[in-house]
């Protein structure tokens, strides 16, 4: 993450937040409120702008040099984007990178009322069909806890770590 001085910094929290696969779908009420509103999904289309919106906020956590490198991870397949789209507009996203059967959430934006939460439950039904078996969320806030995020001690995540890394699934 980007520090306040400007440098970047690793972070590798104890305890960590992840979420379960297994439990996580979209709510029946905001499935309707999807359908009612027209919303659609992309993977991919459009990365670029996904991690620019994630980026305009305050606090900025992503720099340019981050932006730069989740970019360059994008272009060599590791980075991935999920949009949501009304009428044709990009109204919310989410990012990550994806190293085998893990993948490690890392931001998400919305400008229209729940684009971000649908996107979030796409890309978890995404990353489910696919084999992954761990969605990693370094740090638990209000939002991530109001999708189902919750702690695990480090050891516990490393462990976990290592199996989903032992599984030869793609994106």
């Not at 960590?16 to 027209?38: C, E, H, K, Q, Y």
């Not at 900025?60 to 981050?66: F, G, N």
Request: glycine share 8%.
């Amino acid at each position: 993450m980007a520090e306040p001085a400007g440098s970047t910094a690793w972070h590798d929290p104890d305890p960590r937040a992840i979420f379960d696969l297994g439990r996580l779908t979209m709510p029946s009420r905001l499935a309707r409120f999807v359908r009612t509103n027209g919303y659609v999904f992309s993977i991919d289309r459009a990365f670029d702008e996904v991690i620019h919106a994630c980026a305009d906020r305050t606090p900025r956590w992503l720099s340019a040099d981050m932006i730069h490198a989740y970019s360059a991870l994008h272009r060599i397949g590791h980075a991935h984007a999920l949009e949501t789209w009304k009428d044709g507009e990009l109204i919310g996203g989410i990012y990550g990178v994806a190293i085998n059967g893990a993948f490690f959430g890392e931001s998400m934006f919305s400008r229209e009322p729940n684009a971000s939460k649908a996107a979030f439950y796409h890309l978890a039904e995404h990353l489910r069909t696919r084999g992954f078996k761990l969605f990693d969320t370094q740090y638990i806030n209000d939002h991530t806890a109001s999708l189902g995020a919750f702690l695990i001690p480090r050891e516990r995540f490393r462990t976990q770590l290592k199996e989903a890394l032992d599984l030869a699934v793609e994106f």
